[in-house]
C-alpha cells in the first residue's frame, strides 16, 4: 500500500515527452488527479498520447538553455506555483543554474549548480568517490593530447571513451571501445569532435569537451547493479529499491533493456548515503554500479526522474510524491513512506522491460544471427511473466504510448531505412 500525498492539486510541469522518466511521472501525477503539462517544441512524443496527459504546452527546446530559461520566466510570471521536476541532464543543470530566479514562480527541490554538476560530471564525481573511499573504475581525465600521450601508458586497455558529462551535448554519443593505446591515441581526437558541447556549458566548464577514458568492463553489459530512490535535505529520510540491468543494445556499449529486482546491498546503500551528504544533493536518485567480483565501482549517478523510473513506481516507491511533498513543504510525508515501506519485500523477483521493442530487437538479432532462437525464446519467458513485470510504455489503462512507440520505429524505418536496418540487423 503506497502512502497517499493529501497536498491540493499542485499542476505539475515536465519536459523531454520521448523520455521514460517523464511518462512515468505523467501516468503517476495524473492518477492522483495533478494537472500535467509538458513543455515541448516537438508536436508528437510518447507523453502526448498518455490519457494522463491535462496540456502540451509549446517550448523552445530544453537544449536551447537561454530561450527556454526565458519561456520557462514568461510562462512562471503568468501562471506560478507549477513543480518543476527534471528528466534529463540538459533539464537537471538548468534548474539548477537558475535556480533562484525560477523559485521565484516555481515549486522547485533541486540543490544548487556546483552539486548537480559534481554528480552529471563524471571527473567529478569520480573525484568525490575516490575521497570517500568508494571504488570507482580506473579512468583519466586529460585536457590536453601531452595528458593523454603521457597517461595512455597506464591503461589496462580495452577502454572506453566516454563524454564527461551528457549536459548540453549537441549531438547524443556513446562511448568507443578501444583495444589499444594507438587506437586510443588514434582515434581520440575524433571523439572530440564528436563530443561537442552548447557554447553556454563550455563557457561554465572549459574543460568539458576533452573525453575522459575509462576501463572498460565488459560485465556492465549485464551486470549493473542500480539503486533509485529519493534522499531529503536534512538526509534523514532515505528509501530505496534495488535491481540489475541484465540486458542492454548494443551489447557491448547501450542502454538497458531488461531490469530485475535485487536484494538491498548495504555497502552500495552507505556509498549512496555518504555520496548525497558530501555534495549536499537531495531529491530523486539513480545510481548504477558496475560488479567487479566482490567490488562496486560507481559509474553513474542520475539526480533527476530517469528512465526506467516507472520500475519504482510499480514496486509501490512513490518518488514522485515525495519530491511534490517536499517542495511543497509536506516533510510528514517522508516519515509516513519511509515508516511504511520498512514491510516492502526485497526478496520477491519482479521484472521490467519495453517488451515490445525487446521482441522487436530479439527477433531482427536472431535473424543476423547475433542471438540464437534459444536466447530469444529465453528472454521472451523472461519477459512474460505479467504477474510480476512492469513495462515503460504499455500499461492496460494507458496503452497509446506503445503504439505510438511502434508508429515511431516504423517511420524511422521509411524515413532512414539504412540506419534502422544497422540499428537492429547489424552485431553491436
Given at each position: 500500500?503506497?502512502?497517499?500525498?493529501?497536498?491540493t492539486?499542485v499542476?505539475?510541469?515536465?519536459?523531454?515527452?520521448?523520455y521514460?522518466?517523464?511518462?512515468?511521472?505523467?501516468r503517476?501525477?495524473?492518477?492522483?488527479?495533478?494537472p500535467?503539462?509538458?513543455?515541448?517544441?516537438?508536436?508528437?512524443?510518447?507523453?502526448?498520447?498518455?490519457?494522463?496527459?491535462?496540456?502540451a504546452?509549446?517550448?523552445?527546446?530544453?537544449?536551447?538553455?537561454?530561450?527556454?530559461?526565458s519561456?520557462?520566466?514568461?510562462?512562471?510570471q503568468?501562471?506560478p506555483?507549477?513543480?518543476?521536476?527534471?528528466?534529463?541532464?540538459?533539464m537537471?543543470?538548468?534548474?539548477?543554474?537558475?535556480?533562484?530566479?525560477?523559485?521565484?514562480?516555481?515549486?522547485?527541490?533541486?540543490?544548487d549548480?556546483e552539486?548537480?554538476?559534481?554528480?552529471?560530471?563524471?571527473?567529478?564525481?569520480?573525484?568525490?568517490?575516490?575521497?570517500?573511499?568508494?571504488?570507482v573504475?580506473?579512468?583519466?581525465?586529460?585536457i590536453s593530447v601531452?595528458?593523454?600521450?603521457?597517461?595512455?601508458?597506464?591503461?589496462t586497455?580495452?577502454?572506453?571513451?566516454?563524454?564527461?558529462?551528457?549536459?548540453?551535448?549537441?549531438?547524443?554519443?556513446k562511448?568507443q571501445?578501444?583495444?589499444?593505446?594507438?587506437?586510443?591515441?588514434?582515434?581520440?581526437p575524433?571523439?572530440?569532435?564528436?563530443?561537442?558541447?552548447?557554447?553556454?556549458?563550455i563557457?561554465?566548464d572549459?574543460?568539458?569537451?576533452?573525453?575522459?577514458?575509462?576501463?572498460?568492463?565488459?560485465?556492465a553489459?549485464?551486470n549493473?547493479?542500480?539503486?533509485?530512490?529519493?534522499?531529503?535535505?536534512?538526509?534523514?529520510?532515505?528509501v530505496?529499491?534495488?535491481?540489475?540491468?541484465?540486458?542492454?543494445?548494443p551489447?557491448?556499449?547501450?542502454?538497458?533493456?531488461?531490469?530485475?529486482?535485487?536484494?538491498?546491498n548495504?555497502?552500495?546503500?552507505d556509498?549512496?548515503k555518504?555520496?548525497?551528504?558530501?555534495?549536499?544533493y537531495?531529491?530523486?536518485?539513480?545510481?548504477?554500479?558496475?560488479?567487479d567480483?566482490?567490488?562496486?565501482l560507481?559509474?553513474?549517478?542520475?539526480?533527476?526522474?530517469?528512465?526506467?523510473?516507472a520500475?519504482?513506481?510499480?514496486?509501490?516507491?512513490?518518488?514522485?510524491?515525495?519530491?511534490?511533498?517536499?517542495a511543497?513543504?509536506n516533510?510528514?510525508?517522508?516519515?509516513?513512506?519511509?515508516?511504511?515501506?520498512q514491510?516492502?519485500?526485497?526478496?520477491?523477483?519482479?521484472?521490467?522491460?519495453?517488451?515490445?521493442?525487446l521482441?522487436?530487437?530479439?527477433?531482427?538479432?536472431?535473424?543476423?544471427?547475433?542471438?540464437?532462437?534459444?536466447?530469444r525464446?529465453q528472454?521472451?519467458?523472461?519477459?512474460?511473466?505479467?504477474?510480476?513485470?512492469?513495462?515503460?510504455?504499455y500499461?492496460?489503462?494507458?496503452?497509446?504510448?506503445?503504439?505510438?512507440?511502434?508508429?515511431s520505429?516504423?517511420?524511422?524505418?521509411?524515413k532512414?531505412?539504412?540506419?534502422t536496418?544497422?540499428?537492429?540487423f547489424s552485431?553491436?
Amino acid at each position: 500500500m503506497v502512502a497517499k500525498n493529501s497536498l491540493t492539486k499542485v499542476p505539475i510541469m515536465m519536459t523531454m515527452g520521448n523520455y521514460g522518466g517523464t511518462l512515468a511521472a505523467v501516468r503517476s501525477y495524473g492518477k492522483h488527479s495533478h494537472p500535467t503539462l509538458l513543455a515541448t517544441s516537438i508536436t508528437s512524443t510518447l507523453s502526448h498520447r498518455s490519457r494522463y496527459l491535462s496540456e502540451a504546452l509549446e517550448s523552445p527546446p530544453v537544449e536551447d538553455f537561454e530561450q527556454f530559461f526565458s519561456w520557462l520566466m514568461a510562462y512562471g510570471q503568468q501562471k506560478p506555483g507549477v513543480f518543476l521536476y527534471p528528466s534529463s541532464d540538459d533539464m537537471t543543470w538548468l534548474i539548477a543554474y537558475y535556480r533562484d530566479q525560477l523559485s521565484q514562480y516555481y515549486k522547485l527541490y533541486s540543490p544548487d549548480v556546483e552539486t548537480i554538476y559534481a554528480l552529471l560530471n563524471k571527473p567529478k564525481l569520480h573525484a568525490v568517490a575516490e575521497t570517500l573511499g568508494i571504488p570507482v573504475p580506473t579512468t583519466i581525465s586529460p585536457i590536453s593530447v601531452e595528458e593523454l600521450e603521457a597517461q595512455a601508458d597506464d591503461l589496462t586497455y580495452p577502454v572506453l571513451i566516454k563524454p564527461r558529462t551528457q549536459i548540453g551535448m549537441i549531438r547524443r554519443q556513446k562511448g568507443q571501445v578501444c583495444e589499444s593505446r594507438e587506437q586510443l591515441l588514434d582515434i581520440y581526437p575524433a571523439y572530440q569532435q564528436k563530443f561537442c558541447y552548447h557554447p553556454f556549458l563550455i563557457g561554465f566548464d572549459s574543460d568539458v569537451s576533452w573525453p575522459m577514458v575509462q576501463s572498460f568492463h565488459a560485465s556492465a553489459g549485464q551486470n549493473t547493479y542500480s539503486v533509485a530512490g529519493f534522499v531529503d535535505e536534512k538526509q534523514e529520510i532515505f528509501v530505496s529499491r534495488f535491481s540489475a540491468k541484465v540486458l542492454q543494445f548494443p551489447i557491448r556499449v547501450g542502454v538497458g533493456l531488461c531490469f530485475e529486482s535485487r536484494p538491498p546491498n548495504p555497502k552500495a546503500v552507505d556509498y549512496i548515503k555518504a555520496l548525497c551528504k558530501a555534495v549536499g544533493y537531495y531529491g530523486v536518485f539513480e545510481v548504477e554500479f558496475i560488479v567487479d567480483g566482490d567490488q562496486l565501482l560507481l559509474m553513474d549517478f542520475n539526480p533527476r526522474f530517469y528512465g526506467q523510473m516507472a520500475f519504482e513506481l510499480g514496486r509501490e516507491l512513490p518518488l514522485d510524491q515525495l519530491v511534490l511533498a517536499y517542495a511543497s513543504n509536506n516533510y510528514e510525508y517522508g516519515k509516513t513512506v519511509q515508516q511504511q515501506d520498512q514491510k516492502w519485500n526485497h526478496n520477491r523477483v519482479y521484472r521490467f522491460s519495453n517488451r515490445w521493442r525487446l521482441w522487436l530487437i530479439l527477433t531482427t538479432q536472431s535473424i543476423a544471427g547475433n542471438f540464437s532462437w534459444a536466447e530469444r525464446r529465453q528472454w521472451l519467458a523472461w519477459s512474460s511473466q505479467a504477474d510480476v513485470g512492469f513495462d515503460p510504455v504499455y500499461t492496460d489503462d494507458d496503452p497509446n504510448p506503445r503504439r505510438a512507440d511502434i508508429k515511431s520505429v516504423i517511420k524511422g524505418g521509411i524515413k532512414h531505412p539504412r540506419s534502422t536496418f544497422k540499428t537492429f540487423f547489424s552485431n553491436l
